[in-house]
């Protein structure tokens, strides 16, 4: 695996990335593309059969669903709402290169896997087109069309979608006391089921460091009243001399002004 190849700065072709994303919805197996299925005779009897069943799982069941729900939001409400199509559940994920010289949308339903990739063959710069535009027009108009017809249908094996409310903070179920919450679709394997603790242990703190609402504040009146002194003066223990006295220097440990030689006179 080239490291490039995470920051989209290795060439893959629409196939290989339409082949890479249908490994979500097929709950981690990775299938091998074909365009064949059978070579057939006159008389309608297969000659050949050249549908290659040749899969491998590549990516946990886990992985493959948590992946499913991150890019289904990107249609819900992300980057990709333009590719979205009626009745359907879509997956995808946007994708544009520096200058606008290369732009993509590759996405999924239960039903197929579709990569859409606009771009110059000189590889000179479009314009302005990006993920979110041209690319997922093209494949919610291509999508709509496969898809007449078919009923609605949830990914194999994942089970019922739920929406469920969850913890801004902690992202766990929301408890009674989360007061910021958000709204996240869930298949069975991947469902929370522990429930947010910490705006709970939080309101327990904040309880018990403040005074609760039914403790008396002071008045605007008592508030400005003068507080009576109740500490000791300390000019009473001898730490501080008293304003009143008279100043005595005898007992100030002064040297003596007796037999000091006087200054020299000032030429």
Known sequence: LVPAVALGAAEVTPLEMAQAFSTFPNGGRRHHAYAVDLVANQQGEPVANLASHWTRQALAP??????????????????????????QLVAGKTGTTDSYKDAWF????????CAVWVGNTDNSPTWGVFGGSLPAEIFRRVMTDAHRDLPPATYAGFGEPTRLKLCKNSHKLASPECAETYQEVFYTSTRPDEECEECGQTKMFLEFDYPRADTPYPTADEAESPVEQTEPD???????????????PSGWGMPSQENVPDAPPVE
């Open 62 to 87: 886990s992985t493959a669903e948590r992946m499913t729900e991150m890019l289904t939001r990107v249609v819900r409400s992300g980057t990709g709402t333009g590719a979205a199509i009626p009745y």
């Open 234 to 248: 300390p000019r009473e223990g001898g730490f501080l001399p008293d304003a009143t006295a008279t100043p005595d």
């Open 106 to 113: 590759v996405g999924f339903t239960p039903y197929y896997t």
